[in-house]
């Protein structure tokens, strides 16, 4: 019927993109169209082939998503509340090969609801079900089935809880009156089977894969929720299978266990191959619930070969210890701005489609942060779903150690982070400043505030702007000297060097008081033992004020980028900053390159008077920029490039 109906749709009409049972539905129109007759008086056999294609195709996009599927104990009621929640949730499920009935059954009642209520509500569930396999039973030629299962009314199904010891049916008592008795002296009855009754057992709210597998990185979950259970006590089994000839990947004899943990490192002889992820919830007692399993939507998928990072690492294979420390200050692009029409189009259109989705770049970008061994990670432009999903569970494990710390800017989908080793540095203090609000209101910024406040556009520019400063003091357990580690973002525009300038001026000011702070605090006398890091994306180049301020300490109220923007140019001002700082990777010429603009955006600057580098990891070769014309690219995950310096704390 389709090679019927479809050559007369043209192959470049945007009917040839829609699914097949849209197709088939326009195909009827058209053709009713052309013959002057209304859909309606079509044969009913062609509005049943549409409806039955409907459904073809909805099955099919069913199978294709692979939901989770979760293992319940045949002989256990899974009760949950989650602390002073008022709902509570009831799961178990029910086989009886009798009545041809296998089906998990899902309720969520309210805790003050009345025991008997709920029960109905049980009841009716399963006197549903029944009388649709009745029904069905009822529909097929004695030949092809047994005689059908009898039709239930309500009252014939015993759906009920007991005292197991008297055999006595509990009644007239609330849910949550129910959850105050000995739970293990209940059974949960229905029909002719009975369930042990369990309450918050580990448990899986929410398990999801990444659509997008490639071979030669990890795998994980991409989104994973726990209740009453933690990562570090569950129980992960991997397991990989060919498509089979009936394309079911619900056949268990396919399956062969090839990993175990909550992540899997991807081979290319995983290439072609589907994967399946089996997990246990367990909590710190030793219980464990139901498990849950999952297929990936889509095989593993060859990766892009050999990755610029990757020869990066060559130069981070070792972590340091005692007085010396890695920094890495990255960009990672954030997902909300990779992941647009305008992006596609504009900002980035040299890079493949694929290659922008965050389940692509996440994965080069976990595998180049895992690699270079850090001790100390600062990020900006951080989603907050990556930074719950992929880099808490992947950084703060067991594996590597971290603990992250993550501002949002704003109301902004996105922010900074500061990923520290714990096995290096205990965090003592942490801060967050929105600069744009601060400026009218904190007391170390009156003095700023006062010179340009009568500048309304400036004002309200400025004070507009998310722009967020975090700050974390931490102590390096090795030699008990201190780090005063600060991260931010600063604005993007093109004429915006006078706002830069502005929020890095309020920035040191903010930076010099929490160190004043912290200095008495520690009682500490000497600059050495506490030493300012200032990591972050600038959008600055060398040329301009911020790279001026901080490696020279001031800048002067002539310097031209006070009048990047003639209406909102700032006048009679001057900024100082009192450290002593260098930039860790010094000028090179790129760290940020796209098509469009290239150029030293990035930066980690140190204070010298404690601190000294050891060693640049070198930067990407223009050459390897430019392979796929620009980035990010097919192996470069972000516009940015990392920068990498190994930091040694100067003798006191």
Known sequence: MCQFLFPIIATNSPICQMPLCSRILCSFFYLGHKANISLVKFNKKLLSLVIDSHKAAWILSS???????????????????????????????YINETLRLDREFNFCRKINENI????????????????????????????QTRAPPPVYSNEEIPVEILRSNINKKIENMTLAKLLEEKL??????????????????????????????????????????????????????????KMPKSGDLRLKDIWENCGNGLYYETTNNDIGYYLKFQLTPGDEFGHFGPWVEQITKAEVQAGPGECPFETRHCFTK?????????????????????????????????????????????????????????????????????????????????????????????????????????????????YELNIGEGIRTLPQFTDLWNKIKRNQKLVERI???????????????????????????????????????????????????IYQETMLKLNLTNKGELSLIFCGDFNSVPECGIY????????????IDWISNDQEKVQNVSLTQPFRMKSACGTPPYTNFTHAFAACLDYIFYQT??????????????????????????VFPSDHVALVADIHFKPT
């Open 63 to 93: 199978r294709d998503s692979h939901t989770h599927r979760t293992k319940y104990d045949m002989d256990k009621v899974y009760l949950r509340r989650n602390g002073d929640n008022e709902e509570l949730h009831i799961s178990f499920r």
């Open 116 to 143: 008997d209520d709920a029960l109905n509500r049980i009841r009716n569930n399963i006197e549903k079900e029944l009388n649709k396999k009745a029904k069905k039973g009822k529909k097929k030629t004695p030949s």
């Open 184 to 241: 293990s002296d209940l059974q949960f009855r229905v029909i002719d089977q009975t369930f042990q009754i369990v309450y918050n057992v580990p448990w899986v709210l929410n398990l999801t894969l990444p659509a997008n597998i490639l071979a030669g990185y990890r795998v994980y979950p991409s989104k994973l929720e726990l209740q009453f259970a933690g990562r570090a006590y569950s129980i992960g089994k991997w397991y990989k299978a």
């Open 318 to 430: 070792r972590s340091l210890d005692e007085d010396s420390f890695r920094v890495v200050s990255y960009n990672i692009l954030a997902d909300l701005y990779a992941d647009s029409d305008y992006t596609r189009t504009h900002l980035f259109p040299y890079c493949p489609p694929y290659a922008l989705k965050i389940d692509y770049r996440k994965q080069l970008y976990l595998k180049e942060l895992i690699g270079y061994n850090a001790d100390i990670i600062c990020l900006q432009e951080v989603d907050l779903k990556i930074f719950d999903f992929d880099l808490v569970p992947a950084f703060d494990s067991a594996e590597l150690g971290y603990n992250g710390v993550m501002d949002q800017k704003g109301t902004c989908g996105e922010g900074i982070a500061i990923f520290y080793r714990k096995s290096r540095f205990d965090l003592l203090g942490k």
């Open 463 to 513: 004070c507009d702007r998310s722009t967020t400063l975090q700050i974390l003091v931490l102590k390096c357990r090795s030699n008990d000297r201190y780090l005063l580690m600060a991260n931010t973002h600063l604005y993007f525009h093109p004429d915006a060097d006078h706002i830069r300038l502005l929020q890095i001026g309020f920035a040191m000011l903010y930076v010099d008081h």
């Open 548 to 559: 001026k301020l901080m490696t020279e300490g001031s800048v002067g109220e002539d310097f």
């Open 609 to 634: 008077d404690g601190l000294e580098v050891q060693q640049v990891v070198p930067l990407p070769t223009e050459e390897e920029l430019r392979c796929h014309i620009a980035i990010p690219s097919v």
